[in-house]
């Protein structure tokens, strides 16, 4: 399948110091969603973006979408220890098979 | 309350032998999804159903077998053939329409003997 590229890998911040993913395509995205998955848990879906540049907020993550619908990122400001885990980006292929990213691993040292 | 369960939480699984991994779900759900996940790895998808009594490869089914008998339920057997079963195994669904988001059980770690 087209994979979907994410970067950084991992991660390390310092508690307070602000955090960016990026989730790169080749080819145009019908929509994009974020997930979430702390250390020993199972991915929890976050926001789904669908409109060209589209940015949408959730306290202190900021998503937004590519003007060309290729890209996309996920930022967090302040970041916190409840902020640790690995975040994935996802595509749909078709009507139901989704493609994750490679993620990436978020650390937070106090 | 709604939800995917997943049994067992850890399995063993000796040489030559075939074990099955549980997933059920109360959402209603027309799809589901079976994925592994290696260490520090992301997911990769093994196989997936839309609907009661069909379903498809995805990347990785190679020593992997799944039936769809019911809508709740989507069992995933990890036969001999797979000679590298040792993963985390996650279950998913969803609604089923595009860009619906899965919603996860909490997965099964699976370990060789």
């Known amino acids: 399948g087209q994979q979907v590229m994410q970067i950084p890998q991992y991660q390390h911040v310092q508690e307070g110091e602000d955090f960016t993913t990026y989730c790169n395509s080749s080819?145009?995205?019908?929509?994009i969603q974020w997930y979430k998955q702390r250390p020993g848990g199972h991915p929890v879906f976050l926001i789904q973006?669908?409109?060209?540049?589209e940015v949408k907020k959730q306290k202190r993550l900021t998503f937004q979408f590519g003007e060309a619908k290729k890209n996309s990122s996920l930022h967090i400001t302040a970041t916190q220890t409840t902020d640790v885990g690995t975040y994935f980006c996802?595509?749909?292929?078709?009507?139901?098979?989704?493609?994750f990213g490679t993620g990436t691993r978020l650390k937070v040292l106090a | 309350d709604g939800g995917i369960t997943q049994s067992p939480k850890y399995l063993f699984r000796k040489e030559g032998q075939n074990v099955t991994l549980s997933c059920e779900q109360n959402?209603?759900?027309?799809?589901m999804y079976w994925y592994r996940q290696d260490p520090g790895q992301g997911l990769r998808l093994i196989y997936y159903?839309?609907?009661?009594?069909?379903?498809q490869k995805g990347d990785i089914a190679e020593g992997y077998s799944v039936s769809r008998e019911k809508k709740e339920s989507f069992p995933l057997t990890v036969t001999s053939a797979q000679k590298n079963p040792t993963a985390f195994y996650l279950c998913?669904?969803?609604?089923?329409?595009?860009?619906?988001?899965?919603?996860f059980g909490d997965g099964t770690r699976l370990s060789i003997l």
């Open positions: 998913a669904s969803s609604m089923g329409a595009t860009g619906e988001p899965q919603h």
């Open positions: 080819t145009t995205l019908s929509n």
């Open positions: 973006l669908v409109k060209s540049g």
């Open positions: 996802a595509r749909t292929s078709g009507t139901y098979k989704y493609i």
């Open positions: 959402l209603n759900h027309d799809a």
């Open positions: 159903s839309q609907i009661v009594n069909d379903f």
